[in-house]
């Protein structure tokens, strides 16, 4: 599990609760610190009968070792699945297409094979969290709207027609206004890692969200940080 460090997003998810569930001490230990420095709180437990037991007590979400003594990960997910839809994210070393597939069919939400990045981790954590956000669900900067409920996106009072994934990129910059994201950040946020795509994809579609968002305006919100990433500006 590779390791650098990131600027903390305490701010967005201070007290959310994740379960740990991991036997292997260094990597829980790891995990731990991660999570708590991005603002989480955090509970570990080694072995999948405790880890039932700590699931149904409400964690905003459960990051899910495959490979556990007594009861194995998958045994523990379909039980949880039978009393809680908490996102489940589940980590193992098997990283065959049969095992991720039946990893997902089983419950969880996401799988991600070791060695790991954290960074990559923590993306995938923000997704899970993000579609279960019971915040804001209009999103404004300036005379930008964006309703999460009705997918409709207006600016300047006209309406602005967005595919389904450009409608998620736009989200994910108005979530985090004036942050600098950088193009893997985006990449795993919006499209997740496993999707195997274009090098540029990216780049072609914050062209797609100025053509629309921008061009018909003399403001322009979306802006390009050089060498570094995107930004939209508030």
């Avoid at 990960?73 to 009393?83: D, I, K």
């Avoid at 899970?128 to 930008?144: A, N």
């Avoid at 409920?149 to 600016?155: A, F, L, N, W, Y």
């Avoid at 600098?180 to 090098?199: A, Q």
Wanted: charged fraction near 30%; include cysteine.
């Amino acid at each position: 599990m590779s390791h650098s460090s990131l600027p903390s997003h305490a701010a967005d998810q201070a007290k959310r609760k994740i379960l740990v569930v991991e036997d292997d001490v260094q990597i829980a230990k790891v995990l731990r610190l991660e999570l708590e420095h991005e603002g989480f709180e955090v509970e570990v437990c080694g072995d999948g009968a405790s880890a039932i037991e700590r699931a149904l007590k409400g964690p905003d979400l459960i990051i899910l070792d495959l490979l556990l003594p007594r009861i194995d990960g998958l045994e523990v997910c379909r039980r949880v699945r039978r009393h809680s839809s908490v996102p489940i994210i589940m980590l193992t070393a098997k990283d065959a297409v049969p095992d991720r597939v039946t990893g997902l069919d089983t419950g969880a939400n996401d799988y991600l094979a070791k060695p790991f990045s954290i960074e990559e981790l923590l993306a995938r954590i923000r997704v899970q969290l993000r579609e279960r956000e019971p915040g804001e669900r209009v999103l404004e900067i300036k005379d930008l709207v964006l309703n999460r409920d009705t997918h409709e996106v207006s600016r300047n009072g006209r309406a602005v027609s967005l595919t389904a994934k450009e409608f998620s990129l736009l989200e994910f910059l108005m979530m985090y206004p004036n942050k600098v994201h950088t193009r893997d950040e985006i990449f795993n946020s919006v499209w997740g890692s496993d999707f195997l795509g274009e090098s540029n994809l990216i780049d072609v579609y914050i062209r797609y969200l100025r053509n629309k968002v921008d061009d018909a305006s003399d403001e322009k919100l979306i802006q390009t940080i050089r060498g570094v990433g995107y930004a939209l500006r508030a």
